[in-house]
């Protein structure tokens, strides 16, 4: 019977997404210019739908003190109250409103996922480029270096990182965005490897540029597209990155809200049959899957181009 | 054939290369501790004495380079030291976990091999059909799922109506047959998280191989989609297909730290993630020297195996 109902369930979650998809996609077209929705309609309803989940998240994260009734780490009664009008998804193991909770997790674990993959992406992809364009023994130095680091699967290397430096948040940034900025600049590195050899480069470095404006003025605009649907890629790891680490217990530290560490703590309900630890681990999937959507849709895109 | 064996010889050489310097990472990481380990051991005792005493013990008053020897050598005969928040030598720790995280290991491998590359095959036999369309979303949405979000919903819809326990917790005497019961869902997760990738990637090799001018003339001469997929394209596409579950398998080990966590199962992701919590530095050191080692073997085979197959890449090097 429960597995009819949930059959049931998904099935009707999958009807309202993408419909829901379809009327996002509608009224995008709608507000935006001619050409924007001219693109926008060769977008499949999983894209659209992407879109939308990932629109509802920022909003989350930018208006959290606005939509969340109650104070992010406010202890409000005992511990695991069931789900009713005063605390809409119950409260968690000391008392704190889960709802209230999800919604800031929202900002906190989607802040810090996007900040780490933009500080990855800024070193990343500016030694990447710097390889590629001194070439010899300074990119083959680089290359060897990266390929040692990236020899240790990120989980493993960023546990060994959290030992030594300890568990704070400062340490989480750093030690993730280091290891992922690796990944960035193999794939910087390769993109902008054919780049560097194209003649206005070449004319840019005979006028006396130098490495900086080369770098920023005229490789890194022309690698801009397959960065991007990288930078996608990169945020869902970074993303899932931090929640498995939460979820461990080493990641963001109480009393900040996130969905890992929310799992965790009320991972016990579980075997009561309460799915609500199920519901912070469902909005990380729920992202993750909506950003791999996007980006799916634009490497399709990208591909078929190519043609 | 000679040609094969010095590309091999080659390859074990950087491998063992990468491994020695991987090694020399781990070490190195140890020593930007702050503090040193001697009056971490200590604590509140540390009196000047005491801390020469024990780190004379450790041998910390030796150069680094000696150290680091002597522990590699250590490690090469199977003995990581002591751990510190258990006083146990970490080989007699290590040793049952290993044995569990493999038994996992292997018995998700059992499940999702087959499994992914029928389904592959299958995709790709219908590409671009509804069937295709949907277990690729499928699969995609699964990659996108935290490891511990799919093991949590197998215990709630699983264990809940008691047809499998919810934690794995089985040890050396555990009979082969419970304990392929007991680990059933621990290895479930774990397979519904590679499938997906394996089967994406099966299919997207293999799609590779129908577009060469070969398959066209099979398809030409009247062969049956099933026979071209079977007959033509399958032994093409064997070499990036192992390529692909050898890839997985080293994917594997990083999910299995999560899973083992959350169906509270005694292997080495556990031991490694409760090193982490008290900062027993030498526990986390050798698991980590463990978990690297088995990442760079399987890449590492991963690799010989597609330029065996594939002689045009042997002929680049």
Redesign the interface.
């Known amino acids: 019977m429960?597995?009819l109902q949930?059959l049931l369930g998904v099935l009707v979650f999958i009807g309202v997404g993408l419909s829901a998809g379809w009327v996002f996609r509608e009224m995008l077209v709608f507000i935006t210019s001619r050409n924007t929705g001219k693109f926008l309609r060769t977008a499949p309803l999983?894209a659209c739908f992407g879109m939308l989940v990932i629109a509802i998240y920022i909003i989350c994260a930018v208006f959290a003190p606005f939509i969340a009734p109650y104070g992010e780490a406010d202890i409000l009664s005992g511990g695991f109250e069931p789900w009713s009008s005063t605390y809409i998804l119950g409260t968690d193991n000391l008392g704190r409103d889960v709802f209230t909770r999800l919604i800031y997790g929202a900002r906190n674990t989607v802040g810090i996922a996007f900040l780490i993959t933009a500080l990855a992406f800024l070193f990343g992809t500016i030694l990447g480029i710097f390889a590629a364009l001194k070439g010899g023994i300074i990119d083959q130095a680089m290359s060897r270096l990266i390929?040692?680091?990236m020899?240790?699967?990120?989980?493993?290397?960023s546990?060994?990182?959290?030992?030594?430096f300890?568990t704070s948040v400062l340490s989480l940034v750093i030690i993730i965005a280091t290891i992922d900025s690796t990944r960035v600049f193999r794939i910087a590195r390769a993109v902008s490897l054919s780049i560097v050899q194209l003649d206005y480069v070449e004319a840019a470095k005979l006028r006396g540029e130098s490495t900086s404006y080369l770098i920023l003025r005229e490789i890194l605009p022309n690698a801009m597209a397959p960065l991007a649907a990288e930078f996608g890629l990169r945020f869902?790891f970074v993303f899932?990155m931090i929640?498995?680490l939460s979820?461990?217990?080493?990641g963001l530290q109480p009393p900040t809200a996130d969905w890992?560490s929310m799992?965790r703590d009320n991972?016990d309900l579980?075997?009561f049959?309460d799915?609500t630890?199920?519901i912070p681990?469902?909005a990380?999937?729920l992202l993750?899957?909506a950003?791999?959507?996007v980006v799916?849709w634009l490497l399709h895109r990208a591909s078929g181009l190519k043609d | 054939m000679p040609n094969i064996i010095s590309m091999i010889i080659k390859r074990l050489g950087l491998g063992v290369l990468?491994l020695l310097?991987?090694s020399l990472?781990?070490f190195l990481?140890?020593e930007?501790?702050p503090g040193d380990l001697a009056e971490t051991i200590l604590g509140q005792q540390a009196t000047p004495e005491t801390v020469a005493a024990i780190r004379k013990d450790l041998g910390l008053d030796q150069p680094p380079i000696t150290r680091y020897l002597n522990w590699l050598g250590g490690v090469l005969q199977g003995d990581f030291g002591n751990s510190l928040a258990l006083k146990k030598p970490i080989s007699s720790l290590i040793a049952p976990r290993i044995q569990n995280t493999l038994f996992l290991t292997l018995y998700t491998a059992a499940i999702a091999v087959p499994l992914s590359i029928i389904l592959g095959l299958a995709v790709s036999l219908f590409r671009n059909s509804y069937f295709d369309r949907i277990t690729n979303?499928t699969a995609?949405?699964a990659?996108?799922?935290?490891?511990?979000?799919v093991g949590?919903?197998m215990?709630?819809?699983f264990?809940?109506?008691g047809y499998f326990p919810?934690m794995a917790n089985i040890n050396a005497n555990t009979p082969l047959l419970d304990k392929l019961y007991l680990c059933f869902l621990p290895a479930l997760t774990l397979t519904l998280v590679v499938t997906a990738h394996m089967m994406r990637m099966t299919r997207a090799a293999i799609i590779n191989v129908l577009a060469l001018p070969y398959i066209e003339m099979a398809r030409l001469k009247g062969a049956k989609p099933s026979r071209i997929i079977v007959r033509h394209a399958l032994p093409n596409a064997i070499a990036p297909i192992v390529n692909v579950v050898a890839l997985n398998l080293?994917y594997l080990?990083?999910g299995v730290?999560?899973v083992e966590?959350?169906f509270v199962f005694p292997g080495l992701g556990q031991l490694?993630?409760d090193?982490?919590?008290f900062?027993?530095?030498p526990v986390?050191?050798a698991?980590?020297l463990i978990?690297?080692s088995a990442?760079?073997g399987l890449?590492l085979l991963a690799d010989i195996i597609s330029t065996i197959s594939n002689p045009r890449l042997m002929r680049q090097r």
């Open positions: 429960i597995y949930t999983t390929d040692v680091l020899a240790i699967p990120s989980l493993i290397f546990l060994l990182m959290l030992t030594i300890g869902c899932l929640s498995a979820f461990l217990g080493l890992g799992v991972a579980i075997s049959g799915i630890p199920l681990a469902g990380i999937a993750t899957i950003v791999n959507f799916d | 990468t310097l991987l990472l781990i990481s140890v930007a501790l979303t995609l949405a990659i996108s799922m935290p490891e511990f979000f949590y919903i215990i709630y819809f264990a809940l109506s919810s080293a080990i990083t730290v999560i966590i959350v490694m993630v090193g982490v919590k900062r027993d530095v986390v050191q698991t980590a978990f690297a990442y760079v890449n």
